[in-house]
């Protein structure tokens, strides 16, 4: 598996998680031009984009999560972070990273909001 992501888990509503994901075949010259992407699958819905980095940095939020995810990276690292704040049951959902528009996607991880 190319994009590990790891850090899903179950919360209450309001609380936080922070995701992962390694990029574990790039290298490092390569990994530091991908713009990078955390989507999430609900059960019964469509794939969505939830937030995506450039290379350089540049940030972009689905309206759903705006002010309480932030995504960041460390290319060093070859990491990409989703931070998570104020969670919501409807953030309930597999979370994947993503080499944006391309098709290479990491496993997933789970996260549980409850109510």
């Known amino acids: 598996v190319q994009l590990q992501a790891s850090g899903g888990g179950s919360v209450q509503a309001g609380g936080s998680l922070r995701l992962s994901c390694k990029d574990q075949?790039?290298?490092?010259?390569?990994?530091?031009?991908?713009?990078m992407a955390w989507y999430r699958q609900a059960p019964g819905r469509q794939r969505e984009l939830v937030a995506r980095?450039?290379?350089?940095?540049?940030?972009n939020y689905a309206d759903s999560v705006k002010g309480r995810f932030t995504i960041s990276r460390d290319n060093g690292k070859r990491m990409v972070y989703l931070q998570m704040n104020s969670l919501k049951p409807e953030d309930t959902a597999v979370y994947y990273c993503?080499?944006?528009?391309?098709?290479?996607w990491g496993q997933g991880t789970l996260v549980t909001v409850s109510s």
């Open positions: 993503n080499i944006f528009g391309t098709s290479r």
């Open positions: 075949r790039s290298i490092l010259s390569s990994y530091n031009t991908y713009n």
């Open positions: 980095i450039g290379s350089g940095g540049t940030t």
